[in-house]
Nanobody, 117 residues
Framework: QVQLVESGGGLVQPGGSLRLSCVASGISFSLYSMAWYRQAPGKQRELVARIFSGGTTFYTGSVKGRFTISRDSDKNTVYLQMNSLKPEDTAVYYC???????????WGQGTQVTVAS
């Protein structure tokens, strides 16, 4: 059974930092690209960052230079370090594991990030 369990969300002031973690089980972690998506109220879910199995990363424009995605294959964990947070970063953040060649995609339950003073 595939499980992706996110943690690390919470309430933070503008300019602050948070680190999200996602622990994966039930998959061959090293074969999957891992990503963080987010969904704000009334908006569509959007890709925030992706890290491929080889380590290549992609970021959406609004988070470049502020967020860093990384993965630890020994711990089956993907991280999202979020710095200089803005109120517009407020959303539920979801972890995603994807193996495109086999049309496989798995989601976590989400963790709330709220940026407010």
């Amino acid at each position: 059974q595939v499980q992706l369990v996110e943690s690390g969300g919470g309430l933070v002031q503008p300019g602050g930092s948070l680190r999200l973690s996602c622990v994966a089980s039930g998959i061959s972690f090293s074969l999957y690209s891992m990503a963080w998506y987010r969904q704000a109220p009334g908006k569509q879910r959007e890709l925030v960052a992706r890290i491929f199995s080889g380590g290549t990363t992609f970021y959406t424009g609004s988070v470049k230079g502020r967020f860093t995605i990384s993965r630890d294959s020994d711990k089956n964990t993907v991280y999202l370090q979020m710095n200089s947070l803005k109120p517009e970063d407020t959303a539920v953040y979801y972890c995603n594991a994807q193996r495109l060649l086999y049309n496989l995609s798995h989601w976590g339950q989400g963790t709330q990030v709220t940026v407010a003073s």
